[in-house]
């Protein structure tokens, strides 16, 4: 597929739904720019921890984000995730940052700053990003919003299956189910840039779908959106 015109594409939608995964495939497919959203908290969640900054302190990590350069290098295999230069992309994917990062999530300072910069870097189009603000926050205007969700005990099966492919161990899916519904609750119920669908989203139901399926769905709809060639 390819286009002059690169369009900017949002899907929202809650931990463990996939979200991710189908970006990046797009992403790759398509030659744009994955945009993590997760990856950006990550990185800043990681500096504070390093630095020993209160997660619940958000004047400290609101300075602390004003002090941080988060930078995505597009590779084959994923985006580089490059925080003040240095090379983050394994270390924000374990588990002490990933906690962090949903706790440093949910400051409105923390989150403009994190806006700001997340649109500078889809300014000119041609970016897939994924979160949970961003087709009604980040990309109020993007050119296709996609709300992925899935069941709660989809997602589960489906954490524990990626905890087991990356490590090896069984996971316990009772903790996981706890994590994903204390993650659902904290987005859906913050006061800024709650977890919502947008209204002009097309919400897709991934419960039953496998990655391919998904993919196919929204490449059949960015098409819709793409000029006659």
């Known amino acids: ?12 939608g809650p931990a463990g ?18 945009l993590e959203s997760g990856a950006m908290y990550r990185a800043l969640a990681l500096k504070a921890l390093q630095r ?5 302190d958000h004047a400290a990590l609101a300075a602390l984000a004003r002090a941080s350069r988060i930078e995505l290098i597009p590779t084959s ?7 003040d230069g240095e090379d983050v992309s394994a270390r924000i994917r374990q588990q002490d940052v990933t906690d962090a990062a949903s706790r440093v999530s949910v400051h409105p300072a923390v989150r403009e ?4 910069r997340q649109r500078e870097l889809g300014a000119g ?17 993007a050119d296709l919003k996609i709300f992925l ?21 069984a996971a316990a899916r009772e903790a996981i189910a706890a994590e994903l519904r ?10 800024h840039s709650p977890l919502v669908p947008a209204e002009d989203a097309v919400i897709i139901d991934s419960s039953a779908l496998d990655i391919e399926d998904v993919i196919a769905r929204i490449r059949a709809l960015i098409e819709q959106k793409l000029p006659p060639s």
């Open 52 to 56: 020993g900054a209160s997660l619940d």
């Open 149 to 169: 969700d899935a069941a709660p005990h989809v997602r589960t099966e489906r954490r524990a299956a990626q905890h087991q492919q990356k490590t090896g161990l």
């Open 182 to 191: 204390e993650r659902d609750r904290r987005d859906t119920t913050r006061s």
């Open 77 to 83: 295999e994923g985006n580089q995730v490059l925080l």
């Open 1 to 12: 597929m390819s286009t002059t015109r690169k369009l900017v594409i949002a899907i929202d």
């Open 17 to 34: 739904a996939g979200k991710s995964t189908i970006a990046a495939r797009l992403a790759q497919a398509l030659g744009y720019l994955n």
């Open 125 to 141: 189009g041609g970016v897939i990003m994924e979160g949970r603000d961003i087709g009604t926050v980040v990309f109020p205007d």
């Open 113 to 116: 700053w994190m806006v700001a």
